[in-house]
């Protein structure tokens, strides 16, 4: 096991893999790097399994028999990759008794196309929660204004949550209060709240790419300096929100009921800027408390030339506060940084999801063509 990766976790840092395919699972490659890696977790989203189900022949076999039975593309898409999820919470589940339930964690995303739906996310959650049918899942629900309501009501009926597509604090704080609410809900409904679980997916890379491309446009020396920084200082600006959050009354109650923390969870770690180090946003922030969820290219440069300094997160808070506040001086717009990033993030997986849907339905039509008699 990497050294790296070892005091990685010991600073209290959950490593996630960013990823999942049928060919992952079925050669064993995810259960190595839970053993060689320190993986303790796995997320997933609609361009992961657009990716995975273009490559390889690993999901022939299922295509085939959902295409001999007439299943529609909506139907095959949801067998195909709850498939996956509940194979990966299997593997993963020796971590999440290990941990008692703190990881062995792995995610599915509600069709994107549901993002600004909350009755039909809700809806979506629940089936998912269902076919599943593992304790160790988590429902990826998106952050966007309608998202915030069907997280509470998820969390409510007992339905762990990873809260993805976060990019601005201010949507990250209501974030946190759907998930306060959600839980007393929970609690007024009679449920063990100890058993409900959530992450909050904070992203990263994505910030520093808006960010500096508005910085080279402006093209000043004041603004080049300011270049792929925002990233980081906007994550912990992030973790003194959640340590501001998580230490009110409001939090202390819940607690005192056995409630689980909602974990910051740093999402989009792979550097989009190939001068940019590949550990950056693992390195730059090492917190207690977090999860870091990794491509297994990231996951591998940490693993050889990582540097893990300690915490880098809680002594850094007035630097990154500076930070923010040179952006605003040069004439960046954070507000609509964040607008943009969470339209574009939401618009990307509704296309791959899309995608995906166009792909499985010229298999299945293929197959089903294909089909001749076994007697």
């Known amino acids: ?59 022939d076999e299922q295509v085939r028999d959902l295409a001999v039975r007439g299943v529609d593309v909506e139907e095959a898409v949801r067998a195909i990759t709850t498939y996956d999820i509940r ?3 299997d593997v993963l589940r020796p971590v999440y008794d290990r941990t008692e339930g703190l990881d062995g964690r792995v995610s599915i995303e509600v069709d994107p196309r549901l993002a600004h739906d909350e009755i039909k996310t809700v809806a979506e959650a629940r089936a998912l929660w269902w076919m599943v049918d593992r304790p160790n899942l988590f429902i990826k629900i998106p952050a966007t ?5 069907a997280i509470t009501n998820a969390l409510a009926e007992g339905i762990s949550v990873n809260v993805t597509l976060i990019f ?20 007024e409904n009679g449920l063990d709240i100890s058993k409900i679980a959530s992450v909050a997916s904070f992203f990263v890379s994505r910030v ?39 230490a009110s ?6 607690k005192a009921a056995n409630a689980r923390p909602q974990r910051p969870l740093w999402a989009s770690t792979g550097v989009k800027d190939p001068d940019l180090p590949a550990t950056l946003y693992v390195d730059e ?9 990794m491509p297994e290219a990231t996951l591998d440069a940490e693993a050889e030339k990582g540097e893990v300094r300690g915490d880098t997160v809680t002594g850094a808070y007035d630097e990154a506060r500076a930070h923010m506040r040179a952006l605003k001086d ?36 293929a197959k089903a063509g294909g089909q001749g008699s076994n007697a």
């Open 1 to 59: 096991m990497s050294e790296t990766l070892k005091r990685l976790s010991d600073e209290g840092v959950s490593i996630w893999l960013d990823d999942i395919s049928r060919e992952r699972l079925r050669s064993g490659n995810l259960e190595k790097l839970v053993k060689e890696r320190n993986v303790v977790g796995v997320t997933s989203n609609p361009t992961i399994f657009e990716k995975a189900l273009g490559q390889g022949d690993a999901y």
């Open 145 to 149: 204004e309608r998202g915030l309501p």
């Open 249 to 254: 009354d409001r939090w202390k109650a819940l």
């Open 87 to 89: 194979w990966g919470c």
């Open 168 to 187: 601005s604090l201010e949507r990250y704080g209501k974030v946190i209060d759907a998930f306060f609410t959600g839980l007393e809900r929970a609690r």
């Open 285 to 293: 922030l090492v917190a207690p408390g977090t999860v870091n969820t």
């Open 330 to 365: 040069v004439g960046v717009d954070y507000d609509d940084v964040v607008r943009v990033l969470e339209e574009e993030g939401v618009e990307k997986f509704e296309t791959s999801w899309t995608s995906l849907l166009g792909t499985l339905a010229d298999e299945l039509k």
């Open 208 to 246: 520093d790419t808006e960010i500096d491309k508005r910085l080279d446009k402006i093209g000043s020396e004041e603004a080049k300096a300011l270049r792929s920084k925002a990233g980081v200082a906007n994550a912990r600006l992030a973790y003194a929100l959640y340590e501001e959050k998580f």
